[in-house]
């Protein structure tokens, strides 16, 4: 019994890996909208959260159906559970280097994009190397702390993104967000890809399955979660479009960011720019740190090694996660196009139609 309790503890609950996804949605919302994504906006784009959602509770499905019966391994095990073993590693080679440029992007555009709008004299790789240290040690501790301490931070955030949306309300403009016809349909399908795109990478945190206490309540925590992510989206999305206008935010390198820096208030707060900085940071922190993590259960399936022994590894993958960021692209614009036209695709791939086919070839197996 005392065991099983130490073995209970040293596990993380589902509600605990949503917020730990929920925070990766934050970081990337952020960059759903750049020049080169923002050919995605249109004036009914702050609708499209509400039609994004949808494929999303489907894919919930789906992941729990893969689960169900395995809810004691992680992403990697069952693949080669279902794929076999040379197949299965053929698969999770593909989910490694996806998860390697995915990393890279965002330390990329964390590095230029922090200092070219706060310090543009420093060079961006100090940063990047500042912010993939802090990520490296985190994930060299176990998860259990880890996602304890986004849990508290959970609370904190919330409130500071509720406060300064309510701030931001009264310099919306609703002639930027109406009228909106069923002709603008299309529009709003067309805004869900990058959401939908990013959103998949829920099947992403089943590669943490051996550390997550499921307890049957896969489906209820999840899709509670998506509801508050998609409200986030489309609070977000009301803001930008709401005060800047479709075309003004699709041609702005960082409209979130612009936002919280010409928003003001009286007293205490004079600015929430400082509350941008720390949330842009902190949220860019928890995402590297969380698919450190999510690399480290892929690498251990992958080459067989012991979950003690694959944190001697993080920190080479560090400088290959370093050296990608900047082949992805000569500037921040390349960079950006690489996401919106590879990657983001190749998540929709691995994120939503794998688990799919997945779930077909396992039931053909009898293994799900």
């Known amino acids: 019994m005392g065991f099983n309790g130490i073995i209970m503890a040293r596990k993380i609950s589902i509600r605990q890996v949503m917020i730990l996804f929920f925070f990766t949605t934050v970081s990337g919302i952020m960059r759903v909208i750049t020049p080169e994504s923002g050919k995605f906006i249109e004036k009914s784009s702050w609708l499209s959260p509400f039609f994004a959602i949808l494929p999303v509770f489907f894919l919930i499905f789906i992941l729990h159906k893969l689960i169900e019966k395995h809810s004691d391994k992680s992403l990697a095990e069952i693949i080669e559970t279902v794929f076999g073993k040379i197949i299965g590693k053929i698969i999770l080679f593909l989910f490694l280097i996806h998860v390697l440029f995915f990393v890279s992007f965002f330390l990329r555009n964390f590095g230029e994009e922090f200092i ?181 259960k892929i690498i251990k399936t992958l080459f067989v090694i012991q979950e003690n022994n694959t944190k001697l590894f993080m920190f080479p993958i560090g400088f290959i996660i370093l050296a990608l960021a900047y082949l992805i692209g000569e500037n921040n614009f390349d960079a950006d196009y690489f996401y919106t036209n590879i990657l983001s695709y190749s998540s929709v791939i691995l994120g939503f139609v794998f688990p799919f086919l997945m779930l077909v070839v396992g039931k053909i197996r009898r293994v799900l």
Request: glycine fraction near 2%; charged fraction near 10%; aromatic fraction near 20%.
């Open 116 to 296: 070219s709008s706060i310090f543009p004299n420093v060079s961006p790789v100090f940063f990047m190397i500042i912010l993939l240290l802090f990520a490296l040690f985190a994930v060299r501790k176990n998860i259990e702390s880890f996602a304890r301490f986004a849990e508290f931070s959970f609370i904190i955030i919330s409130v500071i993104f509720v406060l300064a949306f309510f701030t931001a309300l009264f310099h919306i403009k609703p002639t930027n967000l109406y009228p909106v016809t069923y002709y603008d349909t299309v529009d709003i399908l067309k805004s869900s890809v990058p959401m939908i795109s990013l959103w998949s990478l829920l099947t992403f945190s089943l590669f943490l399955g051996d550390n997550i206490n499921y307890k049957n309540k896969f489906k209820h925590t999840a899709t509670k979660f998506m509801l508050i992510i998609a409200l986030f989206n489309f609070l977000s999305l009301v803001a930008v479009i709401g005060i800047f206008n479709a075309e003004t935010a699709k041609n702005l390198p960082m409209p979130y960011f612009i936002i919280f820096k010409s928003i003001k208030s009286t007293g205490i707060i004079q600015s929430f720019e400082t509350f941008f900085i720390i949330l842009w940071a902190f949220t860019d922190f928890i995402l590297v740190s969380y698919y450190l993590f999510v690399l480290s």
